[in-house]
């Protein structure tokens, strides 16, 4: 019930191409939805984030796309450029809950081609 | 932003020594502190919750005796690695929480044992 599940585990764009990872989750409790971009050897770094009482979200080129019924959501980077190449992670917590454990999907390594 | 200083950024230690690293919250009084462990190429996965001033709560499987937790200020938490072994090591990162609020990063640890 605490998995986050992350598909593709890796993912080939073009510049100027959409890139699309999608979250699955099964805890209804869960009430935060945020993703992190990492790069190698540094820690993880705040993208977006959402929320179950909307439906989307649109920061710049990110995008969440939250389908509560299905518990699923999803990250679209819009005119994806080579410096977005990263791993990315979705991630879920009972924000308000005590603990807040934020639990991580597996990741999605992304590269862009120039 | 809210910013969340972790040190050391790497370090290397010698079989059946300690190790210990600090995660400050600069800015802000963080309420709640994770710690995660991140193998190459995997997700982060949770060790243990920590609040100010009490015991830290481990995850299954997360030996309580090997790594010690310690949360002693609203800006402090410290994770010490007892009596080191080439298999602790691994990239160790922090996380700080204000309140409800979202989740900081520390920009995390290498830690090698030879």
């Known amino acids: 019930q605490q998995q986050v599940k992350q598909s593709p585990q890796s993912l080939i764009v073009q510049k100027g191409g959409i890139s699309i990872i999608n979250c699955a989750y099964e805890?209804?409790?869960?009430?935060?939805f945020p993703w992190y971009q990492q790069f190698p050897g540094k820690g993880p770094a705040l993208l977006i984030a959402?929320?179950?009482?909307?439906s989307e979200k649109k920061e710049g080129r990110f995008t969440i796309s939250f389908n509560k019924s299905a518990k699923q959501f999803s990250l679209h980077i819009m005119d994806s450029q080579p410096g977005d190449s990263a791993t990315y992670f979705c991630?879920?917590?009972?924000?308000?809950?005590?603990?807040?454990?934020?639990?991580f999907g597996q990741g999605t390594t992304l590269q862009v081609k120039p | 932003g809210a910013v969340v200083s972790q040190h050391p950024s790497w370090v290397i230690c010698k079989s059946g020594t300690s190790v210990k690293i600090e995660c400050r919250s600069l800015?802000?009084?963080?309420?709640?502190m994770f710690w995660y462990r991140q193998f190459p190429k995997q997700s982060l996965m949770l060790m243990a919750t920590?609040?100010?001033?009490?015991?830290?709560?481990?995850e299954q499987g997360v030996e309580k005796d090997k790594f010690l937790i310690n949360h002693a200020s609203l800006t402090l938490s410290t994770l010490t690695v007892t009596s080191a072994h080439p298999e602790d090591s691994s990239f160790y990162i922090c996380?700080?929480?204000?309140?409800?609020?979202?989740?900081?990063f520390g920009s995390g640890t290498r830690l090698t044992v030879v």
């Open positions: 805890n209804t409790a869960f009430d935060y």
């Open positions: 996380s700080a929480r204000q309140g409800f609020g979202g989740y900081t």
């Open positions: 920590s609040n100010e001033g009490s015991k830290a709560t481990y």
């Open positions: 991630a879920a917590s009972q924000g308000s809950g005590n603990t807040g454990k934020l639990i």
């Open positions: 959402i929320r179950p009482d909307v």
């Open positions: 800015d802000f009084q963080a309420t709640t």
